[in-house]
């Protein structure tokens, strides 16, 4: 059974995200993959709507917290309005970090590597995804090898065996 990259970060991930929309957030397979699209629902509808897939081989090794952190980052893309792009996804990153040192500190060994597997996680991917063509399915697997290796991550085949 997977287990989360870091459970640590998983508990601080659910806690932002209840921060952020203590009444909660919508999940569904059909959510806005644009800012216009994300910014458009909200704006109508009052709430967050998060993407439902993808969420089996995360780095959270839980769907319910893979969904919480795609609120967050998505929450930051919306209210900053950072394009759905390369440097949007550096600057909603930036949020991110931000928001974990707000919270708990930036001067510590544990925040550090949440900043590492965070940037794993969503640069890492990206350049993944720029380079083959395709997020890697075993986002797990990817963010582990990217923190040790990123040319041997960015370079393999992350599918998930059947």
């Not at 996804?89 to 930036?106: N, P, S, V």
């Not at 997020?135 to 065996?161: C, M, R």
Request: proline share 2%.
């Amino acid at each position: 059974m997977l287990q989360p990259l870091d459970k640590k970060l998983n508990i601080a991930v659910q806690h932002i995200a209840s921060k952020l929309f203590p009444k909660g957030f919508d999940v569904s397979e059909n959510a806005p993959n644009t800012l216009e699209g994300l910014c458009h629902h909200i704006n109508s509808t009052g709430r967050m709507l998060v993407w439902s897939g993808a969420s089996d081989h995360t780095i959270f090794a839980d769907k319910e917290t893979n969904y919480c952190f795609r609120a967050w980052h998505d929450f930051h893309h919306w209210k900053h309005k950072f394009a759905f792009d390369e440097f949007g996804e550096f600057k909603t990153l930036r949020k991110q970090i931000w928001d974990i040192w707000h919270l708990f500190g930036h001067f510590n060994e544990q925040v550090q590597r949440w900043e590492k597997i965070l940037d794993a996680e969503i640069m890492g991917q990206l350049r993944y995804e720029q380079e083959q063509g395709h997020f890697p399915e075993n986002q797990h697997g990817f963010v582990e090898q990217y923190l040790t290796d990123k040319g041997l991550a960015l370079s393999k085949k992350w599918e998930i065996a059947v």
